[in-house]
């Protein structure tokens, strides 16, 4: 894969942890194949010295949250490069782009094929799987084993290091029975690759991970961008939040079958983030009026808006193209996102919204 290699921070930058000593919060949204877009905004976040005290994930956010919880600060971008070339279909990339119908068929293309001959790191075929359809079938719950996932996290995280406490790190779940969210978080508990696999499970594609007695699967369709969970927590000091979501509710008209098709999802995933940040913004009004000397919070908040090629299907295009694109559009939304917290850093306000 082809993506940017990141600039060397000066010294200061290198040891930057947060500005006026706020707690630097990192929060991941999910989107399979979308996740290359966290990738991107995470490096060129790096770039600028920031360190997260705490990363919470959910889906592919979860995954790339654990890469970077279970590993050293150093080794981080080295290890989302081989996650995403591993991950990335190994086919001839194109310079199309825009509205261009051979661009929608090179996307339609890979989506496809990823969901015919899978991804070796991330999931393959399980039997009966989609046979289970099927009459005289045995019954199934999922279209894809995600084990080659799990071999994958162990190789990529080191999860001593991930559970040791220099990062905190939560993953978002939801309970198959009661629909409960449930966040696994490494300041109560051990975190471990299947609480990861958890996180990723989105039904029916994937199978819903057992833990505790409990059936626990992606958190997707209740919680796609958990961004109130750092700001729920009482805190004495003040925040600063960044949260990178890989869906828009901001987007043309759907010309198309497919354009409504994805649309829908767009809107399916990204709305618990709008009805977020509304609650924050009512919650910080309030707290301001009892408490005008409390902490400040800040969000930068990001969100992939994805290019007029791609389909409903992009979830599953791993395409060499794709892949870039979303990296490098990750960096320049984080850059743009960076340049705007820069210009409103003396505001005076409880709570902060910064949006890209």
């Known amino acids: 894969m082809d993506t940017h290699h990141p600039q060397q921070a000066g010294p200061a930058a290198a040891t930057r942890q947060s500005p006026a000593g706020a707690r630097v919060a990192l929060v991941l ?24 005290d705490w990363i919470i994930g959910a889906s592919i956010g979860a995954v790339t949250a654990a890469i ?26 194109t310079s199309l782009g825009g509205h261009s119908m051979s661009r929608k068929v090179y996307n339609g293309a890979h989506a496809a094929l990823a969901a015919l001959a899978c991804r070796p790191n991330m999931f393959r075929h399980r039997f009966p799987g989609a046979w289970s359809v099927l009459p005289w079938m045995p019954n199934d719950v999922a279209l894809y084993d995600a084990s080659p996932l799990r071999e994958t996290l162990v190789r990529h995280v080191d999860f001593d290091r991930l559970n040791s406490g220099a990062v905190r790190l939560t993953v978002g779940c939801v309970d198959m029975e009661s629909g409960e969210e449930v966040f696994f978080d490494t300041e109560r508990d051990e975190i471990r690759p299947e609480h990861i696999l958890a996180s990723a499970a989105i039904t029916p594609a994937f199978p819903p ?20 969970v750092p700001f729920r927590e009482p805190s004495d000091c003040d925040l600063l939040c960044f949260a990178v979501e890989l869906f828009s509710l901001r987007s043309e008209r759907p010309a198309s079958l497919d354009a409504s098709i994805e649309r829908t999802q767009d809107i399916l995933f990204a709305s618990h983030a709008r009805r977020s940040v509304e609650w924050l913004r009512r919650e910080s009004a309030l707290r301001e009026r009892i408490d ?64 890209v």
Not at 68 to 78: M, S, T, V
Not at 213 to 226: E, I, V
């Open 29 to 52: 949204g999910g989107g399979n194949a979308l996740g290359a877009y966290l990738a991107g905004a995470y490096e060129r976040l790096s770039e600028d010295g920031f360190s997260p």
């Open 68 to 93: 970077l919880a279970g590993n050293p600060p150093e080794h981080r971008l080295d290890k989302l490069r081989v996650f995403w070339s591993e991950a990335t279909q190994h086919t001839m990339a």
């Open 209 to 228: 991970v057992e833990i505790g007695g409990r059936l626990f699967c992606d958190p997707g369709y209740a919680n796609n961008m958990p961004l109130d």
């Open 292 to 355: 005008p000397r409390g902490s400040s919070a800040t969000l930068v908040h990001l969100a992939y808006r994805a290019a007029n090629h791609e389909l409903a299907a992009k979830g599953f295009d791993f395409s060499p193209s794709s892949i870039t694109d979303r990296w490098a559009t990750g960096r320049n939304d984080m850059d743009a996102g960076l340049q705007r917290l820069a210009r409103n850093e003396h505001g005076e306000q409880r709570f902060r919204y910064v949006s």
